[in-house]
């Protein structure tokens, strides 16, 4: 063996024809799942997109940097799906861009939140987390409460995620604005438009219990709710395994 590679050392094109050859297959190892990606890939009929204001609420997840200590993937691990619920699917991130899988986790997964706790909970715990956790060492975000949500911008937005693929129409983009309004003012004229738009199960309420302003709590809050809920494929295919 090594008197091959001292052979194959002396020889420049055999050397680099031969690494040529292993990187080769290395590379033919990470690029073979992909040629059968629309049968790994589940489909869900069901799967719905963000509304302009979760998809505000997520672009404050992350410029706040919360996908630093929290990940959204449960693994199909015996332990995760015990704490966490059915381990997530690849079609549950289809419309996320970026994916914010995360690889690291110093608070719990996110990935099932939605529902979990009510959105005082959330609102007091982002708020302060030791009010709620007294042990917590998650930073307190006071300003979410207090700033202003920008939504002028929010078309844009819906319409640059078109462009990679997410199945907004021209209606949805052309009122995001006061959809995202709507979303979180349920007795505004405003929030008939949301249903009609994004269906009757989108959660239409004030999610930061204040309805006299639209804040950033709103979006994150609205957001945070909605995880794990835009499809229920993960949990029928999961019941179906078990039975
Ligand atoms: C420095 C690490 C850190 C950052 C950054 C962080 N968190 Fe946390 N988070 C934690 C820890 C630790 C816990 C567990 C203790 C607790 O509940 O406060 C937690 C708990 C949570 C929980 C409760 C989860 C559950 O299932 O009980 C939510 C929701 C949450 N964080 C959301 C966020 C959001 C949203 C952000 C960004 C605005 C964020 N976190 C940023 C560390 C962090």
């Known amino acids: 063996m090594f008197k091959f590679h001292y052979r194959l050392e002396r ?6 024809g031969f690494i040529i050859l292993v990187a080769s297959i290395g590379g033919f190892i990470e690029i073979a799942p992909l040629f059968t990606i629309d049968e790994t890939v589940e489909e869900a009929q069901d799967m719905r997109v963000y509304t302009p204001l979760e998809v505000a609420g997520r672009n404050i997840f992350i410029r706040e940097g919360c996908y630093a200590c929290h990940s ?27 994916q914010l899988w995360g690889s690291k986790r110093t608070g719990p997964d996110l990935a ?4 979990k706790y009510s959105d005082a909970w959330h609102t007091t715990h982002l708020n302060n987390p030791r009010d709620l956790v007294p042990q917590s060492k998650m930073p307190a975000y ?11 911008d929010l078309g844009q937005h819906l319409a640059t995620l078109r462009t990679v693929g997410v199945p907004y129409t021209d209606d949805q983009i052309a009122n995001a604005t006061q959809d995202a309004y709507g979303q979180a003012n349920p007795d505004s004229p405003e929030a008939g438009g949301v249903a009609e738009r994004y269906g009757d ?5 004030p999610f930061d219990g204040q309805t006299d302003k639209l804040t950033d709590m709103d979006a994150l809050v609205a957001y945070l709710q909605v995880l794990g809920n835009l499809t229920n494929a993960a949990h029928e295919t999961q019941t179906a395994e078990v039975e």
Not at 11 to 16: C, E, M, Q, T
Not at 112 to 115: D, E, K, Q, T, Y
Not at 143 to 151: K, S
């Open 112 to 115: 099932r939140l939605g529902n």
């Open 201 to 205: 199960a989108t959660n239409i309420r």
């Open 142 to 152: 006071r300003w979410l409460l207090r700033d202003q949500l920008r939504t002028d």
């Open 72 to 98: 959204q993937m449960i693994r199909t691990l015996r332990d995760e799906v015990d704490r966490y619920g059915p381990y997530s699917l690849a079609v549950e991130s289809q419309y996320d861009h970026p």
């Open 11 to 16: 020889s420049a094109l055999g050397l680099v």
